[in-house]
């Protein structure tokens, strides 16, 4: 059993940034590959960042490359969304999600485990 919970979201203004912290559940954490989705009011749940169970290996959507910076700790469960330079663009319900393989997926349907989400609301 896998249980994540996400934490940090808020509401900040444009060009701020904001740490999103998903803390899991699990025995063997150091196991699962993490990522992390979002989704805006009338769209899709949409990929944001992935990160490899050792942490070697990351994956990003294009409009998260520069800005945003997944990482994690496994000796705390926990892995990390970095986000800076927040445009309004990028409010969303941010979820965390998990699976138990050595890839890195980057599509919601692949991962098995889903946090309750945490709300990012930026203003212009």
């Known amino acids: 059993q896998v249980q994540l919970v996400e934490s940090g979201g808020g509401l900040v203004q444009a060009g701020d940034s904001l740490r999103l912290s998903c803390a899991a559940s699990?025995?063997?954490?150091?196991?699962?590959?993490m990522g992390w989705f979002r989704q805006a009011p009338g769209k899709e749940r949409e990929f944001v960042a992935a990160?490899?169970?050792?942490?070697?290996?990351?994956s990003y959507a294009d409009f998260a490359k520069g800005r945003f910076t997944i990482s994690r700790d496994n000796a705390k469960n926990t892995v990390f969304l970095q986000m800076n330079s927040l445009k309004p663009e990028d409010t969303a319900v941010y979820y965390c999600?998990?699976?138990?393989?050595?890839?890195?997926?980057?599509?919601?349907?692949?991962?098995?485990?889903w946090g309750q989400g945490t709300q990012v609301t930026v203003s212009s």
């Open positions: 999600a998990a699976r138990n393989t050595i890839l890195v997926y980057t599509i919601s349907g692949e991962y098995n485990h």
């Open positions: 699990v025995r063997t954490f150091s196991s699962y590959s």
């Open positions: 990160i490899s169970r050792s942490g070697g290996s990351t």
